[in-house]
């Protein structure tokens, strides 16, 4: 079974500081995918990356980064220099990549970002 | 070019009746999933449907059900709603099996 876990519920920061939202994940899959989705107050869930497993160089987007660990089963998200309009629940999630097993997303909890002006 | 639409945003519904929600994907795309949102559970998964196919399903009691249709539009149904029913109901589009998806807007649906 497939699980991910991100522990912090709640990171609030001052606007210009950076943030890192942390993600931790199980899977018995030696193919997957990673991704990470931003939700603001909306509703709607705005994608943002997608990883292959196989792929472990870190990427940067804009002030946005993420470190890829498979060793740590980890897929950290930094936001860098934030902003208000970066206050959001930033959800990870995981798939598998066999084409069998379709688009199937399993989300962890969220963490809540709130960035004071 | 047009998102993932969901039709109704809100819906308020009693116990015992039930429901049917809409979604539109993007233009071109073949695979609809939906998902629901919870204060508790988090986001879950409900099922695939892939080319009108039923393609992935997740741990949901058989009140949950859907169907695509031929132009790729999807639709859930819950019937018999219950209080846990309440929630966010968000369908997701991709191109094709395996390719990131996007998210609608969501229904937020009320059971009182």
């Known amino acids: 079974a497939q699980k991910v876990t991100q522990a912090q519920t709640e990171i609030s920061v001052v606007e210009k500081e950076d943030v890192t939202l942390d993600c931790v994940y199980e899977?018995?899959?030696?193919?997957?995918?990673l991704f990470w989705y931003k939700q603001p107050p909306s509703g709607e869930l705005v994608f943002l990356i997608r990883?292959?497993?196989?792929?472990?160089q870190n990427e940067i987007s804009g002030r946005y980064s993420w470190n890829f660990q498979k060793s740590t089963s980890s897929f950290n998200f930094t936001i860098t220099a934030s902003q208000v309009v970066d206050s959001a629940v930033y959800f990870c999630?995981?798939?598998?990549?066999?084409?069998?097993?379709?688009?199937?997303?399993?989300f962890g909890g969220g963490t809540r970002v709130l960035v004071k002006p | 070019k047009a998102g993932v639409t969901q039709t109704p945003r809100y819906l308020i519904k009693t116990r015992g009746q039930q429901v049917t929600l809409s979604c539109s994907p993007i233009?071109?795309?073949?695979?609809v999933s939906w998902y629901q949102q919870t204060p508790g559970q988090g986001l879950q998964f409900l099922f695939e449907y892939f080319s009108e196919t039923q393609r992935n399903k997740g741990n949901f009691p058989g009140r949950f059900s859907g169907r695509q249709f031929s132009n790729s539009r999807s639709e859930m149904n819950v019937s018999t709603l219950e209080l846990g029913d309440s929630a966010l109901y968000l369908c997701a589009s991709s191109l094709d099996l395996n390719q990131p998806q996007h998210f609608g807007d969501g229904t937020r649906l009320s059971i009182l």
């Open positions: 899977t018995r899959d030696t193919t997957y995918y």
């Open positions: 999630a995981l798939s598998e990549a066999e084409e069998a097993a379709g688009n199937k997303l399993t």
């Open positions: 233009s071109g795309h073949r695979s």
């Open positions: 990883r292959n497993s196989f792929d472990e």
